[in-house]
């Protein structure tokens, strides 16, 4: 069975760092690209970024710069390290595996909350 | 940017048929993919690839696909369906992940 557990989450203050981590299992870590996504309090889906297997990232506008998203195959994890922290980056982080042959993403995580106040 | 319009909701009778919208320029030449969020839970994927369905998920949830607007259809729907629905591509222009703005459905 696929599993995903994001950790790290937690209340920071505007402008620190964070790092999350979700750990997988049950598959061929170093096959598949992983994807993270968000979700604000009470708002939509959000794609942040995606690593592909040949470790290639890409990530929304909002985020670039900011966000750098890694993997280590060898431990079958997938960070993502959050600096300079902004209000609008609090919601549920979530990791989710895509397919070798679709871009679906299938499954996600539990998700991990964050929450940048002062 | 490529964007997915949804209706931001449908109500629907038990028993009845759903029918979940996503507009996007030429959605049909792409891949679309839906997604149910139960509150408080992870988002699960209920249709892949238009039209395909994951192992576990009931021959109830169905999808289509064509021209400017992808559907998701839920028939014979129940209580447990109520949920926020998504519909996702892939833009390969900008490789970003591109997600709907989502649909409540709430079963009357």
């Known amino acids: 069975e696929v599993q995903l557990l994001e950790s790290g989450g937690g209340l920071v203050q505007p402008g620190m760092s964070l790092r999350l981590s979700c750990a997988a299992s049950g598959f061929t870590f170093s096959r598949y690209a992983m994807s993270w996504v968000r979700q604000a309090p009470g708002k939509g889906l959000e794609w942040v970024s995606t690593i592909h297997s040949d470790e290639s990232t890409y990530y929304t506008g909002s985020v670039r710069g900011r966000f750098t998203m890694s993997r280590d195959n060898a431990k079958n994890m997938v960070h993502l390290q959050i600096n300079s922290l902004r209000a609008e980056d609090t919601a549920a982080y979530y990791c989710?595996?895509?397919?070798?042959?679709?871009?679906?993403?299938?499954?996600w995580g539990q998700g991990t909350l964050v929450t940048v106040s002062s | 940017s490529y964007v997915l319009t949804q209706p931001p909701s449908v109500s629907v009778a038990p028993g009845q048929t759903a029918r979940i919208t996503c507009g996007g320029n030429n959605i049909g030449r792409r891949s679309v993919h839906w997604y149910q969020q139960k509150a408080g839970q992870a988002p699960v994927l209920v249709v892949y690839?238009?039209?395909d369905r994951p192992s576990g998920i009931p021959e109830r949830f169905s999808g289509s696909n064509s021209g400017n607007t992808a559907t998701l259809t839920i028939s014979r729907v129940e209580g447990g369906d109520e949920a926020d629905y998504y519909c996702?591509?892939?833009?390969?222009?900008?490789?970003?992940?591109?997600f709907g703005t989502g649909t409540k459905v709430t079963v009357l």
């Open positions: 690839d238009d039209s």
């Open positions: 996702q591509v892939w833009d390969s222009i900008s490789d970003h992940h591109v």
């Open positions: 989710a595996k895509e397919g070798y042959s679709s871009t679906k993403l299938d499954p």
